[in-house]
């Protein structure tokens, strides 16, 4: 999971209390023994290793250690780069170093290796071989067969526990942690079994074992730790051999996949694991090969005419169903073509394009679609070939049956449902506006006291957060009233100036109100700006420097006595210009046009939409059925000489 570094943010000492219910509830979550009433040990296997006495506080003292510190974070995993958020726990390991010692997700604590290499027997341990581990450790799962010394497993490997993995090579070493997907206990063969077994939580070498306050590399593994069970088998060496066996001949006795795959040789290592450097373990049994032309000419009809049969059934009762004639070449294929295309596959994404076809170009598709007389088209002068109708009551329409699609293009087809008619997908989304802020250079001194650095991105209050852990460690906050905070030379010199009086009343005094204090530090900040639409992750989305851009709206007078409104910096909010330029000449009755704007530049043109008419509001509702916010938008009225 923490193949990326993770956001952490400032760390906060643990109260005394806290620390115990802590430590109660990891004794409660892993049932780790305690010592019985009276006795200094228990009959069950100690947790804390060498040094330990088996004492109650010992036990605690060991799984929680004294003057830990917590702090929330932020990551994404899996290929979907999901959000993922917790609290880490971090305390000294081997010396005063402080590591991360624990990990809670959705109030579920999970240890790292650190904890394990302290606390022999906490966790289950299965084991793999040193080939799949390496996989493990760079990503990957674990799975079924990639089992090893078992069955039987331990008892306690169940699915959903959490569990530690170590090699067959080094048993007593456990250099992983993850989660049972299925109930390994009860496994009685891993041989020709498929599926995901264990999913990887955290390991050697990922990002939460490389942090350091210090900025000093994660700790090698010991070669080796008193504790854990790793008494031999008698098969453990047969075993080790089995599951080798594919690369001698796959006698009978090893771990083989349902079906051998020879094509792909440098595939063979990761038929045990599973994750985003390793391909999926079941294999489709669909054979991945080119298409041919006439195949691909079929599959562009078929999309034509999955799109007509769309429209007419999505808007059964609107003129034209939906569609606004003449329509451009390139809608038919944006909109009734590319998106009913069946690309499941890389393979057949890359065969179904339109040069690939016996026509090469869409200007021959559309002309084929006229003799086929399912649409009727016309050129233009300028060469345009433009459709002026489609027949909706042609047999092939009327009788076709939908195919199923890729989820990508399922919800295009859905947006393409909406009120307009018009297939455009930015209607009825989600936006969210960020700001954020990236430390100058002069503010270094007060990030590094929470041990953030000056080169990410910060919300603002996350900014908000390192000043006042900057307030707390140099001991700031005035002692008569707390909203005060004494001037420091770093803040004196960083955050204050002497061009305002406010700055040098402030400097006079040496003192400021907390909240002057946050903003001066916010304005001192690089600003970027994001627009973030639907279910997009903060990965997916890359900020730009500068302040948030602002829609205008500009109505002034032309050719006299005539309004027109002029709209422009739509981009920015995934809006298309064109399409919004059709929807208001439909919805204000009024003529439009699309054209670069003054001024911007040409390697990165910004578009203009001209509306006759004073139709402001009506660009308004269009633009808050697209997401658009009313602050995030700027009117003025040059008719009237005064902004609103």
Not at 118 to 124: D, E, H, K, S, W
Not at 545 to 563: C, M, Y
């Amino acid at each position: 999971m923490f193949k990326k570094k993770p956001a952490i943010k400032p760390l906060s000492p643990l109260r005394s209390s806290d620390r115990r219910k802590l430590a109660e509830q990891i004794i409660r979550d892993f049932h780790v023994q305690l010592p019985a009433a009276g006795t200094e040990a228990g009959d069950g296997k100690p947790v804390g290793g060498e040094g330990s006495h088996g004492s109650v506080s010992s036990i605690r003292n060991a799984l929680v250690p004294e003057n830990s510190q917590a702090a929330r974070f932020t990551t994404t995993a899996g290929p979907k780069l999901k959000v993922v958020s917790g609290t880490v726990y971090v305390g000294p390991y081997a010396g005063p170093d402080l590591r991360i010692l624990w990990v809670k997700v959705d109030e579920r604590m999970y240890p790292t290796v650190y904890t394990l290499w302290q606390n022999p027997g906490l966790l289950p341990l299965l084991h793999t071989p040193s080939t799949v581990l390496h996989k493990i450790r760079g990503g990957a799962d674990l799975m079924t067969p990639g089992l090893a010394r078992g069955p039987p497993f331990p008892a306690a490997a169940v699915q959903g526990a959490v569990v530690a993995i170590a090699s067959l090579e080094e048993p007593g070493v456990p250099l992983a942690v993850g989660v049972c997907e299925i109930d390994v206990s009860a496994l009685h063969n891993v041989r020709g079994e498929k599926g995901r077994a264990v999913s990887g939580f955290q390991w050697e070498g990922d990002e939460l074992w490389g942090w350091s306050l210090a900025g000093k590399p994660g700790v090698a593994a010991p070669s080796r730790i008193e504790g854990w069970d790793v008494e031999d088998t008698d098969g453990l060496g047969q075993d080790v051999a089995q599951i080798h066996l594919r690369d001698h001949g796959n006698e009978d006795g090893g771990a083989p996949l349902a079906r051998e795959v020879t094509a792909d040789p440098a595939a063979s290592g990761n038929r045990f694991v599973q994750g985003e450097d390793a391909p999926v373990f079941e294999l489709v049994d669909v054979e991945a090969k080119e298409m041919s032309p006439k195949e691909i000419d079929e599959t562009f009809l078929r999309a034509f005419l999955y799109g007509v049969y769309h429209y007419k059934s999505a808007h059964g009762d609107a003129p034209s169903h939906g569609l606004n004639f003449p329509l451009p070449s390139s809608f038919v294929m944006s909109d009734l073509v590319l998106p009913f295309l069946p690309t499941f596959s890389p393979t057949q994404t890359a065969s179904l394009q339109i040069k690939k076809t016996s026509w090469k170009n869409l200007k021959k598709f559309i002309k084929f679609l006229d003799k086929e007389k399912l649409i009727r088209s016309k050129e233009r002068n300028g060469g345009e070939t433009v459709v002026l109708d489609v027949d909706f009551d042609d047999v092939r329409v009327v009788n076709f049956a939908p195919y199923s699609l890729p989820k990508k293009e399922s919800s295009h087809g859905k947006a393409m449902t909406s009120d307009t008619g018009s297939g455009d997908a930015s209607i009825g989304q989600q936006l969210k506006q960020l700001t954020l802020y990236r430390p100058k250079e002069k503010l270094r001194p007060i990030f590094e006291a929470s041990q953030q650095s000056t080169k990410q991105l910060y919300s603002a209050s996350d900014v908000r957060q390192s000043v006042t852990a900057y307030i707390d460690a140099e001991l700031l906050a005035a002692a008569s009233n707390k909203r005060l905070v004494k001037l420091n030379p770093v803040l004196a010199n960083a955050v204050f100036d002497t061009t305002s009086a406010l700055d040098k009343e402030a400097l006079v005094k040496g003192e400021a109100p907390r909240e002057v204090l946050m903003e001066r530090v916010l304005a001192a900040c690089a600003p970027f700006w994001a627009v973030r639409r639907g279910n997009e992750s903060a990965e997916e989305v890359k900020p730009k420097a500068g302040a948030a851009p602002s829609i205008h709206i500009v109505l002034e007078t032309r050719s006299g006595n005539k309004t027109a409104t002029r709209v422009s910096g739509i981009e920015a909010y995934h809006i298309s210009p064109q399409r919004l330029a059709d929807e208001l000449q439909k919805t204000c009755a009024s003529s439009t046009s699309v054209g670069q704007l003054v001024g911007s530049s040409p390697k990165q043109p910004v578009m203009e939409i001209m509306v006759q008419g004073p139709q402001d509001e009506a660009v308004i509702k269009a633009l808050e059925k697209r997401g658009v916010k009313r602050p995030w938008i700027q009117v003025l009225d040059k008719t009237k000489g005064k902004k609103r």
